[in-house]
């Protein structure tokens, strides 16, 4: 199947920093990527999706000013957590979009600490 | 609204055994389309199994099976002969149209336990 690469896999960061998340289809071009976040225990709530070019659709209570998502290419979109808080912990996870609806495919995702 | 609704919080099944994930969803779109993903505690999405709305047979992968009851609207995963292995998150998901943007909406999973 088609691979979907996240980086970094862990970060810990101090409050009021911002982090970075890459995510990247490897094998295949991505026209649309979508941002999970996950936090323990719990399921997975979209945050927002993220197609190439255009910006970024943010699903209701997301602050887009937070969480600052650039889809600069087929492969490649980033995800932002500016000025985190510890309540941003949490586990972030990607998929990318190929051109059949069904497939989405899911990143090794991201676990965010701040301190 | 779409929803996916998953009612076990836990599962426990005895190695070699079945045992059945439900899922029920609703959704007013006609066309859907309904996923089983396995999320070990490594937390990666594994795609297990999928089944369209328009789908006449239930899909089927290896030892996974969906139970397709389109009038009950419910999309249960049955997991044939457990392995230890497939202790895990089980989530259900729904994709439909969303806008101009299709999302997968998730159930809340299921725990499972495989004892030996």
């Known amino acids: 199947g088609a691979v979907v690469s996240q980086h970094p896999s862990r970060v810990i960061c101090k409050s009021g920093t911002s982090v970075k998340i890459e995510c990247r289809s490897l094998d295949f071009q991505a026209t649309t990527m979508f941002w999970y976040r996950q936090f323990p225990k719990q399921s997975l709530m979209l945050m927002a999706t993220s197609n190439e070019g255009s910006k970024a659709t943010y699903e209701q209570g997301v602050e887009k000013d937070k969480f600052l998502i650039n889809h600069a290419s087929l492969t490649l979109s980033t995800l932002t957590v500016t000025s985190a808080h510890p309540e941003d912990s949490s586990f972030y996870i990607c998929s990318a979009g190929g051109q059949s609806l069904m497939a989405q495919y899911f990143g090794p995702g991201t676990r965010l600490l701040v301190l | ?116």
């Open chain 2, 1 to 116: 609204a779409q929803k996916i609704t998953q009612t076990q919080p836990g599962m426990f099944v005895q190695e070699k055994e079945a045992v059945t994930l439900d899922c029920t969803y609703d959704t007013s779109d006609p066309s859907y389309g309904l996923f089983w993903y396995k999320q070990p505690s490594s937390g990666e999405m594994i795609f297990l199994i999928y089944q369209g709305s328009y789908d006449q047979q239930n899909a089927t992968e290896g030892r996974y099976s969906l139970n397709f009851q389109k009038a009950r609207k419910s999309a249960n995963l049955v997991i044939s002969a457990s392995q230890l292995g497939d202790s895990a998150m089980y989530f259900c998901a729904m994709i439909n149209s969303g806008g101009s943007n299709y999302k997968l909406t998730f159930g809340k999973g299921t725990l499972l336990t495989v004892n030996p």
